[in-house]
């Protein structure tokens, strides 16, 4: 059974920080790493996508990606509330399909 | 372009009762998903299309089945409702695989919540 894994959170943290979410990956094979984000009620929306090994800078969003400890991670910098949603972490491992995470929870606090 | 879209927005249904969801896509995407999504918890792939004709299971297909017609389309058909299948599903689409072409990804349809009673 491929898995992946994220702290349900939730993760707090001020106005202006870093947020640091974390994903955790069982299929070695895996080649594709997506981050969503969704806001309570709503539906998912793509935020980053990685495929290589090392950081993917978008913004004020950053993706790390780490094959050989099968780790992904999303850092959002100067955290605003509106960043307050959960954040899906989804991997594809060369197949039709996504395996999503469970979901951090994010918020955000003036 | 309308996106995804999905009917309805919320269903009451009694045990036992049937229906079907709706899904369409105006993009012209070949991939369609299903998934369900429970309360806090990430998204359960259901059932997936890769294009007219095809479909497959995905982690969580018992209890309901699809078809795939046309392009455009994606119906789940729930039969017999159990209050295990209360939920909330959203319906996917994308132009080609998860990951296959850089920036590529599934679109979402914006939700049927399903409260089986």
């Known amino acids: 059974q491929k898995e992946v894994e994220q702290n349900s959170g939730p993760l707090s943290v001020p106005e202006g920080a870093i947020a640091s979410l974390n994903c955790t990956y069982s299929d070695r094979g895996s080649q594709s790493f997506f981050w969503y984000r969704q806001y309570s009620g709503k539906s998912p929306e793509l935020i980053m996508s990685i495929y290589s090994n090392g950081d993917k800078e978008d913004g004020r969003f950053t993706a790390q990606l780490n094959k050989a400890s099968q780790y992904v991670s999303l850092l959002i910098r100067d955290s605003q509330p509106s960043d307050s949603a959960t954040y899906l972490c989804?991997?594809?491992?060369?197949?039709?399909?996504?395996?999503f995470g469970t979901g951090t929870r994010l918020q955000v606090f003036p | 372009n309308a996106g995804v879209t999905q009917t309805p927005k919320f269903r009451i249904l009694k045990i036992g009762q049937s229906m079907t969801l709706q899904c369409t896509q105006d993009m012209n995407h070949n991939y369609m998903y299903w998934y369900r999504q429970d309360p806090g918890m990430g998204l359960k792939l259901i059932y997936y299309s890769v294009g007219a004709g095809i479909t497959d299971k995905g982690e969580v297909p018992n209890g309901y089945n699809v078809s795939r017609s046309t392009t455009e389309d994606f119906p789940l058909r729930l039969e017999l409702a159990a209050p295990s299948q209360t939920s909330v599903y959203f319906c996917?689409?994308?132009?080609?695989?998860?990951?296959?072409?850089?920036?590529?990804?599934?679109?979402f349809g914006p939700g049927t919540r399903l409260l089986v009673l």
């Open positions: 996917a689409s994308s132009y080609t695989p998860p990951g296959l072409a850089v920036q590529e990804t599934q679109y």
């Open positions: 989804a991997v594809n491992d060369n197949t039709d399909k996504l395996i």
